[in-house]
Each structure stands twice: as structure tokens, then as C-alpha cells.
């Protein structure tokens, strides 16, 4: 087992590694940018170096300087956490010529995955079912021909990155060219990669994805869904487990599915497999993203394994303690990610010293954060705060307990979207577990934004 890790992130995930490695035992160093020199994770953390400025691709994304941290430290391995580097292959590569170990999947499979359109292929290859569409496409004359063999509406995704970027939706034909450009100008300019691929535009669908754990001799583990419909504009807002929304065949089938496919690729380490469920039963793979999910507390409550300690024992070179027939998903779960933003205004994010923090409390209820009072949340960096996660005995208790929850949670010095998630706890369509992909574009349709 590692005795000293370093966490190359931030806030609310850097914190919650730092309490999985204490308790484990493990010394901790955290890195941060001159904007998070009084963040919680750096109190939190053993040791704590100063990586660079604000900006990320001058601290968080400076792969040089967290390098050279963690071997001036001594920590023997890297925590990615999500986001900023922990897709990035060439610095699990990078990690690896350091003799450092990273925390996650082999470089070759997060550069396979990474590309889209190469994860198609490779699924397909698979027998794992995917979404109707096209390989890569060179221009938009190309692209119009492919489009007419697909059918309208359709979807042009880039083949890098993620989080909606690149994505554009083509009704018909005299929209394509423009979108064509646009996505592929967008994908450029966010991931130094234009490159484009076609599927068919499903709807209305599901977001449904499945927690994959693999070890280093080859065991996978499938540890259920996570519904994570609730999304504005990609970005998702509400998961829940287990989805309403699949039967037992369905679920029994997909984990069939991802478990082939996590052998398809040699994949080691957690991470997620992202489906689309239509509405009659057929699912197809949408994604693999290769590193921790923002929404794994909630998997954590309804399997009661912590998966960050699991990443960090998988990486050490432990087998899974597991098969698969010792998986069941007991009661339901929901988490509600907490952002400062303000919905009423277009959901304008916003920046603030936090003047009054109260954190619900009771059993099964847990607020992963890394806000305290008097913190200064910075406006350099994404706009999550916080995650507010509730377990129960039933889908109905979970969702009365959230309720509850949020309407004890208090943070005053910025403005958050937790009435938002009262509103959408509150809807009919949501409680009845009859909604899809597109319940806040049909609540923002028909004026039924936030007035909090």
C-alpha cells in the first residue's frame, strides 16, 4: 500500500480523497493555485505545495509542476480526482516515466476511450450496441452525405473531450453545414481537436450509467446505474440510484453488457459506462468516461463500498475482495449537485465570501464540500460548491428526505441553485419517475424557470 499520495485537484473531490486516504492510513499532499491558498483541502492535506496561479493551465493543468511536487514530496503515487487532468493521457504516461503511480486507468485505454469515435469502433467491435451515426467526417459535403444515409434529427459530436462541448443538434438538411462548422470550431477551440462524427438524435431518452470497478488481474466488477436524466444543456443537475426506469432484465442486461465491454478495452480502475435508454427498452452506449464520477456518492450509498479507497487499493495492486453476485443495490439514492450560480438570471455563476454555512444533518445524509464560513469561494473555477446526497429505504423517502435536507441547508455569500432543486423535486413528472433527458428544456419551454 502507498504511503504517501498526492491529490492533483481541487476543492470538494480533493477533499473527499484526503478523508479516504486518512483514513487509510496514507500521508496526503495537496497542490494548489495562489487563488486556493486558504481552500480546506490545503489545511486538510499533510503537505501542501503552491503549483502556480489562478488559472488552471497555469497551476492545476501544469503538469511539470505537480510532477515535480510529488517527487519533491516523496508521494509514490497521483490522485487525478475528475475533470482537469484525469482524462489526460500523457500525463498518466508522464506519471508513469516519473515512477509515479497514477490513480487510474492505463494511458493506452484513457487515449482510446478519450476518442470518441475510436470507442464507437471498439464497442462496436465488441457486440456492446451503440447509437446509429458514422465515423469520423473531413468536411461538411462529406458529412451531408453520411446525414442522409442516418436520418434527421441528428447529432454532430466531437470526437475529444466532453461536458457538451462540440455537440450540435441538425434537424435537417439546410441546418447541417453551419452546425457542422460550429461544432467543429467549438471542439477546436476547447480541445485543440475539430474533428467530428455523426449519430442518429435519440429522443425522448434516458442518461443512464453503470460503475465499473476492474482490478489488475482482469476481475470487473459492475456496481449498478446511475440515473442522471436530470441535465441542463449536458451538464447534469439530479442523479439517482437505482433508475425507475429499468427493469431487472434491463439491468441484468447492461451489466452484462458493460462488463464486456470493460474486458474489451483491458480497463483497470473505476470508472463509467454512459447509455442512452429509448423509450422502448433499447439501450446503446453513448461513453466511457475513464476516471471517478462526480455523482459516486451515490453508488457508495446504495452498495455501501467507498470507491475512492478502491481506487487507491486497485492501484496498489489489490484484487477485488468481490464478484459479482455479492453487488446488490439496497434502498434508493439521490444527489443534488449544489453550484453558485443563479438560475433566475440565466444561471449566472457568482463568486462570494460564504458569511453563514449550515450542513443538514442525520442518517444517510452527507454534503461533500469544501466550503467552511469565511471561506472566499474564487471565480476562477467551476461553479460547484458542494453535493448533497440522501439514502433511504424507497425512491419516495429519498426524495422527501432531499426535500428536507435542502430545505436545511443554508449558505448565505452566494447564490446557489438549491431552490431550483426543491422546484424539480417538487414536479410531478419527476416524482412519478416519468421524465427524460429533456425535462429543464421543456420546463424552460413552457416559463417554468427558477425564481429563487
Not at 279 to 284: A, D, I, P, S, V
Not at 340 to 350: V, Y
Not at 379 to 390: A, Q
Request: charged letters at 20%; proline letters at 5%.
Amino acid at each position: 500500500m502507498f504511503e504517501k499520495i498526492l491529490i492533483a485537484n481541487r476543492g470538494e473531490i480533493a477533499v473527499r480523497i484526503i478523508r479516504a486516504c486518512k483514513e487509510m492510513g496514507i500521508s496526503t499532499v495537496a497542490v494548489f493555485s495562489e487563488a486556493d491558498r486558504e481552500a480546506l483541502h490545503v489545511s486538510m492535506a499533510d503537505e501542501s505545495i503552491c503549483i502556480g496561479p489562478a488559472p488552471v493551465r497555469d497551476s492545476y493543468l501544469n503538469i511539470p509542476s505537480i510532477l515535480s511536487a510529488a517527487l519533491v514530496t516523496g508521494a509514490q503515487a497521483i490522485h487525478p480526482g475528475y475533470g482537469l487532468l484525469s482524462e489526460n493521457a500523457e500525463f498518466a504516461r508522464n506519471c508513469a516515466q516519473c515512477g509515479l503511480v497514477f490513480i487510474g486507468p492505463p494511458a493506452q485505454v484513457i487515449a482510446q476511450m478519450g476518442d470518441k469515435n475510436e470507442a464507437r469502433r471498439t464497442m462496436k467491435a465488441a457486440g456492446v450496441p451503440v447509437i446509429p451515426g458514422c465515423e469520423l467526417v473531413e468536411d461538411p459535403r462529406e458529412g451531408r452525405r453520411e446525414a442522409e444515409k442516418i436520418g434527421y434529427p441528428l447529432l454532430i459530436k466531437a470526437r475529444a473531450g466532453g461536458g457538451g462541448r462540440g455537440i450540435r443538434l441538425v434537424n435537417s438538411p439546410e441546418e447541417f453545414e453551419s452546425a457542422f462548422q460550429t461544432a467543429s470550431a467549438e471542439a477546436e477551440a476547447a480541445f485543440g481537436d475539430g474533428a467530428v462524427y455523426l449519430e442518429k438524435y435519440l429522443s425522448p431518452v434516458r442518461h443512464i450509467e453503470m460503475q465499473i470497478l476492474c482490478d489488475q488481474s482482469g476481475n470487473v466488477l459492475c456496481l449498478g446505474e446511475r440515473d442522471c436524466s436530470i441535465q441542463r444543456r449536458n451538464q447534469k443537475l439530479i442523479e439517482e440510484s437505482p433508475s425507475c426506469a429499468l427493469t431487472p432484465t434491463q439491468r441484468s442486461k447492461m451489466i452484462e453488457v458493460s462488463t464486456l465491454a470493460a474486458k474489451a478495452v483491458g480497463y483497470v480502475n473505476a470508472g463509467t459506462i454512459e447509455y442512452l435508454l429509448d423509450e422502448n427498452g433499447n439501450f446503446y452506449f453513448m461513453e466511457m468516461n475513464t476516471r471517478l464520477q462526480v455523482e459516486h456518492p451515490v453508488t457508495e450509498m446504495v452498495t455501501g463500498l467507498d470507491l475512492v479507497k478502491w481506487q487507491i487499493r486497485i492501484a496498489s495492486g489489490q484484487s477485488l475482495a468481490y464478484t459479482q453476485k455479492d453487488i446488490a443495490l439496497t434502498g434508493a439514492a439521490i444527489e443534488c449537485r449544489i453550484n453558485a450560480e443563479n438560475p433566475a438570471l440565466n444561471f449566472r455563476p457568482g463568486c462570494g465570501k460564504i458569511s453563514l454555512l449550515h450542513v443538514p444533518g442525520g442518517p444517510m445524509v452527507r454534503f461533500d464540500s469544501a466550503l467552511y464560513q469565511g471561506y472566499s469561494v474564487p471565480p476562477f473555477y467551476d461553479s460547484m460548491i458542494g453535493k448533497l446526497i440522501v439514502h433511504a429505504n424507497t425512491r419516495e423517502e429519498a426524495i422527501r428526505k432531499m426535500r428536507a435536507a435542502l430545505c436545511e441547508l443554508i449558505i448565505e455569500g452566494v447564490e446557489t441553485n438549491s431552490e431550483l432543486h426543491m422546484e424539480i423535486l417538487s414536479d410531478e413528472a419527476f416524482v412519478s419517475g416519468q421524465y427524460h433527458t429533456d425535462f429543464m428544456a421543456k420546463r424552460e419551454k413552457t416559463g417554468q424557470q427558477s425564481v429563487c
